[in-house]
């Protein structure tokens, strides 16, 4: 086992432990206490869904001729599409919402202006169906909360446009709504997002993935979106840590889908699932099964990012067997990573190459794209429950002496992109990303632990 520690950058700046919202960490406290209790149980149901990709097998070596090797924290060769899909699970009866980042010959003329809201966002409907159509995104459409897009530029490119709340959205700086995908063939990334969160809360690093020849697959979980728990109370922590895995199953079920429109263009032997807080527990979980959720083979990497995986056992831990990243930070006071990601990579013993980094002055949210969105709380068509929710997690977040936001999501861009280049694709050339080196270059304090 190795560790080192990142020295502080030219941008890093004072920071302290931030409060927790006693909202926050009762929920964080009622998960755990769960699933301790639960965690013994044998899987009761699988779901309706069948897998369709191929069995999984080991990762080969890079070919021959490799991409050209770039920093993990910068922007790939490909454009990025985008894309929005409704998977239905009639078995378990869950609409699960799904919008896609992908890589396309297809480029916005240029880096563009600062991302705008539109409250109407009506803007250009007619030609991001037809653009849909004419790349060969069809199937099942996504209704109101599907692809959403802006007004064309330059040549005709439609930026895409992410949507926070029911009819209000911002602008991509960089994806382009129903781009036509390249050919690939491309490793396929799940994203689950936190608690009360959304499919477009890390947007961010799906674009940067999608740049780097990843298509990025990431699903509104049914009663734990935003918009849900804003709502009322919907379905029981106990119930959705057993959901969300299989969540992940329907979505790669339904993206390994022969006939489906990207499934001709991914490695079905290369999968990852990514994920943030309670997605960062059901990434850790998919490959090995939780609660009623079966394991999934198919999955080859996980990444859990400020993991809530304080509440997994140690026996379950101990039965994952693919490699593992954990990313958190000193100042999360919701899933710290004492209880958390430390106790997590102790505990996972059969993860091949794992490793933890953990961002000095970070906090929970640190790492999303919170402090990019959370300017949209100013539009009245904004939720009251909504607004309030990402405005305490702003205030826990955006604002010094805490860690800049900006570098925290660079810090996790680098090791995110760096570990599943190495792990997923396997390709040895982003080892030299992983290392004490390269640690003391983050602009952020950083310490990393791997282990064989």
Sequence with gaps: MGASSGRRGPGARGIRAAPVHPRLARLAGLLIAALMVAAGGQPTAVPTLRATGAAAAPVTPPPARAAPLTAPDKPGGHGVGFHTVTIVDAGRH???????????GSRLP??????????ANTAAAGAAAGAAGAAGLTGAAAGRSGTAAGPPVGDGAVPARYEIAPEVSYQSRVAVADAPPERGPFPLVVFSHGSAGSRVQFASLAEALASRGYVVAAPDHPGDTMADVAAGPNESLIDLAGDRPMDVSAVLD???????????????DKVAVVGFSFGGLTAIASSVGLLRAPADPRV??????????AALPASLLARVRI???LIAGTADGV???????????????GSPGRAE?????????????LCDQVYLTADGRVPAAIRLRMQLGALLTCLPPLADAAFAQQVARWYTVAYLERHL????????YLTPTAAATQPLPVTVRSAP
């Design 94 to 104: 869950r609409t699960l919402v799904t919008s896609i980042w992908y890589p396309t």
């Design 110 to 119: 240029a880096p563009g202006a600062a991302a705008t809201a539109d409250p």
């Design 254 to 268: 339904w993206m390994l889908c022969p006939g489906r429109p990207f499934a001709s263009i991914l490695s079905a």
């Design 300 to 309: 080859r990497v996980s990444v859990g990012i400020s993991p809530a995986s």
């Design 323 to 325: 490699p593992t990243l």
């Design 335 to 349: 899933t710290p990573p004492g209880p958390g990601a430390d106790r997590t990579f102790r505990e996972l013993t």
């Design 357 to 369: 980094v953990v961002v000095t002055g970070a906090t929970h949210n640190s790492f999303s794209d």
């Design 425 to 432: 694709r396997g390709d040895t050339r982003y080892d030299r």
